[in-house]
């Protein structure tokens, strides 16, 4: 959700102001630095007993995304405007958020799960 922000306020003041559109890209990259490393732990406890699994998957996802993310963003901005580039990454995120609100379930650790888990 930083990052939409982030993405958001880069798209609207971003062309208008270059202090402002600097604060923005730090606000983007802020959200999206943390949604990084706090995907880590939600990956990897999606499956439990298959943690490594899911963390091979999170970082091939994540490689490839990277890379459709370098292709497509030097085009937009090359052949578009850097206002349709920062469109691009707002509904992406927005995407994000809607597949981490529907996808993503918290499962509550009973009192004795946590005590076996404590005791190894």
Known sequence: IVALIG???LMTIG????????????????????????????????????????????????????????LSGGALIANASFTTAALASAIIAALTVIIFVLGVREKPMSSETLIDQASQ
Not at 20 to 34: H, Y
Not at 47 to 54: G, L, N
């Open 7 to 9: 993405y958001g306020l």
């Open 15 to 70: 062309p208008i102001d270059l202090a402002l559109a600097l604060g923005s890209m730090g606000l983007a990259f802020l959200g999206f630095e943390f949604s990084v490393v706090s995907g880590i732990s939600i990956m990897s406890e999606q499956i439990p007993q298959a943690r490594a699994t899911m963390l091979a998957l999170g970082a091939t996802s994540s490689g490839i995304g990277r890379m459709i993310g370098d």
